[in-house]
C-alpha cells in the first residue's frame, strides 16, 4: 500500500494540466520510440540517484536534500523555480474556469488555491488526495488514448531547448520536493521505477495519436475528444485533478521553506498561493518555452551533485543540522 502512495505522489508531481492536455507532449516530442527511451532512462537515473541520497542523509523535505548536496543558493533558486512552475498551473486553473464558464476571472486559481489549503493542513492529505486523484486521471488518459487512432510521427521539429531529456529532468526537478517527502517506503527505487513506467507508456501512446494539425490546439488531447460529450466532460475532471496534483508538488518544498520561517504552516499556505493568485494573470507558453529548461539545468545540477557526494563519500545527517 505504501508503494502505491509513494508513486501515486509522484505520478502527481508529473501528470500536470500540460501533460493531460497533451501540450507539453506536442512541445517536447514527435512521437518516436527514441524519445520516449530517452526520457524514461534520464528520470529513471536521476530520481534513483537522488533516492540514494536521501537514504544516506536520511532527508526528509527538499530542503535538507539540498542542504546536504548543493551550495545554499540552490534552495532559493529552487524555491523561485517552484513559484513560477505554481504560477503557472494557477494560470492552467483560470484556462480551464473561462473554458468551462467564460468568466475572464482568475477564479479558477482561487479554488484550486482553497482545495489545496484544505488538504495540505492534514498531514496525510496530499497522500490522499494523490491516491483518488491520479487513477482516476491515468483512466482518463488510457480511454482516451485507446479510443483514438494512431497517427503519422509530428512533423515539427524539436528546438535545443524543447527536447525529451530537457522535459525529463524538468520534471525529476519537480519530483524532488516530493520524493523525501512523503509516506516512508523501505525501498523507494520501486515507485520512482513504477512511475517512470507509466509515464513513458503514456508519453509514448499520446505523442503517437496527435497530428500536425492538431498540435496547433491550445489542449490537442481534449481537441481530440471534444465530439465525445462523456469523455470530454471526464476529460475535464483529470484536468482539474491534475492542475491541483501538481500545485501539491510544488507546494510541499515551499511550504517547508516559509513555515521554517513563519512557524505556521497554514498561514505559509495561504500567503504563497495567494502571492501566485495574483501572478497567475501572466501566459503558460512562455514559461514553457523559457522557464522549464532553466528548471530541467537545476535539476541536472542537483542530480550531479548527488552522484558527487555518493561517489566521494561526502554524506551528511542531515537531522543533525539546523536549518
Not at 537515473?45 to 548536496?69: E, F, H, W
Not at 482553497?114 to 488538504?119: D, G, K, N, Q, S
Not at 494539425?213 to 484536468?239: H, R
Amino acid at each position: 500500500m505504501k508503494i502505491f502512495i509513494y508513486t501515486a505522489t509522484l505520478l502527481g508531481a508529473v501528470i500536470g494540466a500540460g501533460f493531460v492536455g497533451g501540450k507539453e507532449i506536442v512541445l517536447f516530442f514527435n512521437g518516436s520510440i527514441t524519445e520516449v527511451l530517452q526520457f524514461a532512462i534520464v528520470f529513471a537515473l536521476c530520481c534513483c540517484i537522488s533516492v540514494k541520497r536521501i537514504a544516506d542523509t536520511q532527508s526528509y523535505d527538499l530542503p535538507q536534500l539540498l542542504k546536504s548536496t548543493t551550495p545554499d543558493f540552490t534552495r532559493w533558486v529552487f524555491s523561485a523555480s517552484y513559484i513560477v512552475v505554481l504560477t503557472t498551473m494557477l494560470c492552467g486553473a483560470n484556462d480551464c474556469f473561462t473554458m468551462l464558464t467564460d468568466i475572464n476571472l482568475p477564479i479558477g486559481a482561487v479554488l484550486v488555491s482553497l482545495v489545496c489549503v484544505a488538504v495540505m493542513r492534514k498531514e496525510k492529505g496530499m497522500a490522499i488526495f494523490n491516491c483518488i486523484a491520479v487513477p482516476v486521471i491515468v483512466v482518463f488518459l488510457i480511454v482516451a488514448l485507446m479510443s483514438l487512432p494512431e497517427t503519422l510521427p509530428l512533423s515539427t521539429q524539436s528546438t535545443v531547448t524543447q527536447t525529451p531529456i530537457v522535459y525529463a529532468l524538468f520534471n525529476y526537478a519537480m519530483c524532488l520536493s516530493v520524493l523525501g517527502s512523503c509516506t516512508p517506503v523501505k525501498n523507494k527505487f520501486v515507485p520512482s521505477l513504477l512511475c517512470t513506467v507509466v509515464i513513458a507508456l503514456l508519453i509514448g501512446t499520446l505523442a503517437m495519436r496527435i497530428d500536425d494539425v492538431t498540435a496547433l490546439q491550445s489542449l490537442p488531447l481534449l481537441y481530440l475528444i471534444k465530439d465525445n460529450t462523456v469523455l470530454y466532460s471526464f476529460g475535464i475532471v483529470a484536468m482539474c485533478l491534475a492542475i491541483v496534483t501538481s500545485v501539491l508538488a510544488n507546494l510541499c518544498s515551499l511550504t517547508a521553506e516559509l513555515t521554517a520561517i513563519t512557524k505556521d504552516r497554514t498561514f505559509s499556505l495561504m500567503a504563497i498561493l495567494s502571492f501566485c493568485c495574483v501572478l497567475s494573470v501572466g501566459g503558460y507558453d512562455t514559461i514553457v518555452k523559457y522557464c522549464y529548461p532553466v528548471i530541467a539545468l537545476l535539476g541536472l545540477f542537483v542530480a550531479l551533485s548527488c552522484v558527487f557526494k555518493t561517489v566521494t563519500k561526502k554524506t551528511v545527517n542531515v537531522r543533525s543540522l539546523s536549518r
